[in-house]
């Protein structure tokens, strides 16, 4: 067996922290343009990335050799997601905006889990500069910080298909270009070109600069940091109605998106997991608005909130307003089981993905006929294509893990002190990646983050990981077959 | 068709109310006259359609079972309302659902005030609801077709446990019965030589060795002795385990059983673990000496994961997790081809076993590893049963809490519940957890929770087969 190659491990670390130092170059500049004071910290904190970012580089990942094989996918995808929280941490700790570890690192596993569960109390009062650089992590953890580390690898083709599989697991993804680095790239140029996009129009609905740009990030991401207390209850409707539009589209394949800009519309059409996106967003919207509405909101702010608050949670992103003062229950309902269903299979949002739930669907329906009718043969098509066993295998076996995953964590969350029930939602919405969401809040208690236990914090940290990297990738790692010699 | 299994089930109901007219408290007359009612339509039923022995239709198959488990409870409901032990039907029906289902969960506040009859006729339907079920599901349930005859054969039936030769259903039902005598007859004999009256003697056995969870008092098995909870939780574990294996064990056929323990080791171990955890908790989170901790603890531990639902203490009051960690056994569930409900260890065994499988396929991608269950490969048919199976019961308890909810019960009072009618267990949460009861629930909860508990044993699919337009069709 070929050693393993801790030294191209340790390169890309090097080079991502070495980027992630470069980063932080805007947030500063955005601290002393608006003399915030935080410039300090975040110079500080760039400084003590690049001394780590060159000792991993150029030291330890001294002649590093690029051969790139299954088990050390795995270790890269978990490494590259354990570095950059640690050091996205950085510049919370550096300016003073958060003074203890703990409260750092889950804001910024948060952050680029896009999960957007925060302990920040009043957004409004960090710095500037932080409060860029909380939306940055958001915005890079939304395409995923293996597609930058595919990006930085463009000479590795067929390594970066195994890299690419370990962190979007058993999703079955069609490649934009025959070449791997090449479709990354394009996925990179789709997600900026709307990233600007919504920038404008926010501005354009007249929000300042600073907010436009870090929900813009929050938005795309399917993240869910608010740079308000409140929310985002305190802007205008057409903030709202940009927004929805925005978190529509982050639930959406990016390869769709592409399709949609390229002008190949009909492909979208063709898409199965696109109809039933569409079709389930109307409906949950049709649902939620009529149960407000019969419990005495107004019609037009029903729909209004329903709207947004169902793109909110059908694409994780997690963003919420003032709920209207009476929570129906059919509400919460809703917001439970699209907070598990989640968005489409290759969109940024987290949740089990809708191509998961559609393939479950469709066997679950053979499986009951071939109750009736034992000796019939099926197969399952999604977008015309038959959909083999042994990957409805996976998928099951995936929905079984998720399940596992949000008891366990409910159960440690338990452990913590949390009552049963508001341990289940909690598990959940930070499995999926969703984060804030009315329906804790709807729970009774007055549930916030920062006033977890520490220990409450880390569990919720573990989750939103395994929800992003969707299970496997973290399961390897710490399974005893990996690191037993071969 | 429906007649023949009607009418025995029938005769056997009357037969149960026999004992029931010997502590004549006013009510003899009542259960006799449904006892009576009852032998007549099964006899006549028995008797008018007894040309029809064959149940060659797998749709027919289907409907029957769960039409029977329908008629046996609107019969067992009958004593209760016609004693006046209640009076809405919607609590008699869930009652009676919950002793033929051996669920335990009761709509009677104070279950000492009833009358002695009744309280007999409950552990009564829990004897012969849990099994009921075995019976079931060894006769019945290989006729529906190759893909139940493969889970089935895979757990509850001989072929598995006792070698390669597959036992006939008729060896195996004589076993299971033989098996279920024995150890209510010793249980019983047990019991009363530690002191208990003979008559809650038979009762507490009737309701335990079935794990269905029904007791003679309202605060459960708390005042009892401690030797007898003791002996109680040992007829609870032993009905957790595969009756094919105990009758191979107390007839000493060791060698059969061999090194086939798989699904038995890890009953054990997750018993085990869990009490162990459970009594820690006890000790060192609520104060409890280490004696009192020992006990609550084996015995509520034991109870949640045979999904009995007997109780020696309040675990609502409990520490948090420890309730949580008690719902979640319930929902494990004892042994395949037990009385015992929830998903059953064989089912958890293979999900786990699975999950484990796809992840070493994902890290040695060229690498062939079957899975393996007792050093025998699980066919993917079986594998993707289980998998079936474990959605649909996840999905159900997941929409079950959410209907619930809706007919007013609180969140964490309705996953309780939820939990606690489709696994078997009986108790739930708040409320109806504990000592408590049901008795709080509107009727639209408490047909929810009737429906619960047929879905639970009769394994949702047979049940939710019937819902398909296409099973309609001719």
Request: charged share 10%; aromatic share 10%.
């Amino acid at each position: 067996m070929q050693l393993f190659n801790h030294r191209l491990v340790a390169r890309l670390a090097g080079t991502l922290l070495l980027m992630a130092a470069a980063a932080l170059i805007l947030p500063t500049a955005v601290s002393v343009w608006r003399g915030d004071g935080a410039q300090y910290g975040l110079v500080l904190a760039a400084a003590g990335m690049v001394g780590t970012g060159l000792l991993l580089r150029n030291i330890v990942g001294r002649r590093a050799t690029s051969e790139l094989h299954e088990r050390e996918s795995f270790w890269i995808t978990t490494i590259v997601w354990l570095v950059m929280p640690a050091a996205g941490a950085l510049p919370y700790l550096l300016t003073g905006s958060l003074t203890t570890f703990t409260d750092a690192v889950f804001e910024s596993v948060s952050g680029f889990t896009t999960t957007g569960s925060s302990v920040v109390s009043d957004p409004a009062e960090l710095p500037a500069g932080v409060l860029l650089w909380r939306a940055m992590t958001q915005w890079v953890g939304g395409l995923g910080l293996i597609l930058l580390v595919i990006t930085l690898l463009r000479r590795l083709d067929g390594a970066s298909m195994q890299l690419y599989a370990a962190e979007f697991s058993g999703t079955q993804q069609r490649k934009l270009h025959p070449h791997m680095a090449k479709s990354v790239s394009r996925m990179w140029q789709i997600y900026t070109l709307i990233t600007v996009a919504e920038t404008a129009a926010l501005y354009a609905c007249g929000n300042s600069g600073l907010d436009s740009v870090c929900i813009a990030m929050s938005t795309v991401s399917t993240g869910g940091f608010m740079t308000a207390a409140t929310g985002l209850a305190g802007y205008n409707d057409a903030t709202h109605l940009v927004l929805t539009i925005f978190m529509f589209a982050s639930g959406v394949n990016v390869a769709l998106i592409y399709n949609f800009f390229t002008l190949h519309w009909r492909r979208l059409r063709r898409s199965d997991e696109m109809v039933v996106y569409a079709a389930l967003f109307t409906a949950a919207a049709a649902i939620c608005t009529a149960a407000f509405a019969v419990s005495g909101t107004p019609a037009g702010e029903a729909v209004n909130f329903s709207l947004f608050h169902i793109a909110s949670t059908v694409s994780t992103c997690g963003f919420y307003t003032t709920p209207p003062p009476h929570w129906p229950f059919a509400a919460s309902v809703v917001t439970f089981l699209l907070m598990l269903s989640g968005a489409m299979a290759g969109s940024t949002g987290g949740g089990l993905k809708l191509r998961r739930l559609m393939t479950m669907w469709l066997y679950l329906r053979n499986y009951f006929t071939r109750m009736l009718h034992p000796d019939a043969v099926f197969c399952i098509k999604i977008d015309r294509r038959v959909v083999d066993a042994d990957y409805v295998n996976k998928i099951f076996g995936f929905v079984f893990l998720y399940i596992l995953f949000v008891i366990g964590g409910a159960f440690a969350l338990t452990l913590c002190g949390s009552g049963i029930a508001e341990a289940f939602c909690m598990a959940a919405a930070n499995m999926s990646n969703l984060g804030p969401t009315p329906l804790i809040n709807s729970m009774g208690a007055n549930l916030e983050y920062a006033m977890m236990p520490t220990a409450a914090k880390w569990v919720l940290m573990i989750l939103m990981l395994a929800g992003r990297l969707e299970i496997f990738a973290l399961l390897a790692v710490v399974s005893p077959s990996y690191w037993r010699r071969r | 068709m429906l007649g023949i299994l009607l009418a025995a089930e029938g005769g056997l109901m009357g037969l149960c109310v026999v004992p029931a007219l010997h502590f004549g408290d006013g009510t003899a007359e009542a259960v006799a006259l449904c006892a009576a009612f009852t032998l007549a339509v099964g006899g006549l039923l028995w008797l008018s359609y007894s040309r029809y022995r064959r149940i060659d239709d797998r749709r027919m198959a289907y409907l029957m079972v769960t039409l029977i488990w329908l008629v046996l409870t609107l019969f067992a409901a009958l004593p209760l309302m016609a004693t006046g032990a209640t009076t809405s039907p919607s609590k008699a029906w869930f009652e009676a659902m919950s002793g033929l289902t051996a669920s335990g969960g009761t709509i009677f506040a104070d279950v000492s005030a009833l009358p002695a009859s009744v309280l007999m006729w409950r552990s009564m339907t829990q004897w012969l609801g849990g099994f009921g079920i075995v019976l079931l599901v060894l006769a019945v349930s290989p006729r529906l077709g190759v893909n139940r005859y493969a889970l089935y054969t895979a757990e509850a039936s001989g072929a598995d446990i006792t070698g390669r030769r597959p036992v006939s259903t008729a060896v195996t039902i004589r076993r299971t019965l033989t098996v279920y005598l024995s150890l209510t007859a010793v249980f019983i004999a047990a019991l009363w030589f530690s002191g208990l009256p003979i008559w809650e003697a038979v009762n507490l056995t009737f309701t335990n060795i079935s794990s269905g969870g029904f007791a003679t008092s309202s605060t459960s098995l708390s005042e009892l002795e401690p030797v007898q909870q003791y002996l109680l939780a040992a007829a609870m574990l032993l009905s957790g385990v595969n009756f094919t294996l105990l009758y191979l064990f107390f007839t000493l056929r060791w060698r059969q059983i061999g090194h086939k323990l798989e699904q038995f080791g890890t009953y054990i171990s997750i018993f085990v673990a869990a009490a162990l955890f459970v009594v820690g908790g006890l000790h060192w989170q609520m104060g409890l000496e280490w004696g009192d901790a020992l006990r609550l603890g084996t015995v509520q531990t034991v109870s949640a994961l045979t999904t009995t639902g007997s109780a020696v203490a309040d675990t609502t009051q409990w520490w948090t997790p420890l309730t949580f960690l008690l719902l979640i056994l319930s929902i494990c569930g004892g042994m395949a081809g037990s009385t015992s409900g929830g998903l059953k260890v064989m089912r958890v065994l293979i999900l786990m076993r699975n999950a484990r499988s796809i992840l070493r396929g994902r890290l040695h991608p060229r690498a062939v590893a079957p899975l393996r269950l007792n050093r025998q490969p699980v066919s993917s048919h079986i594998r993707s049963n289980v998998m079936v199976i474990f959605i649909v019961y996840a999905t159900t308890l997941m929409l079950g809490t959410m209907v619930l909810m809706l007919c007013g019960v609180s969140a964490t009072e309705s996953i309780g519940a939820t939990v606690g009618c489709l696994t078997g267990y009986g108790p739930g949460l708040g409320a109806s957890g504990g000592f408590g009861s049901y008795a709080a629930f509107t009727p639209a909860a408490l047909w929810l929770c009737s429906f619960l508990m047929l879905l639970g044993r009769l394994e949702c699919m047979t049940v939710l087969v019937l819902f398909l337009p296409r099973f309609w069709h001719r």
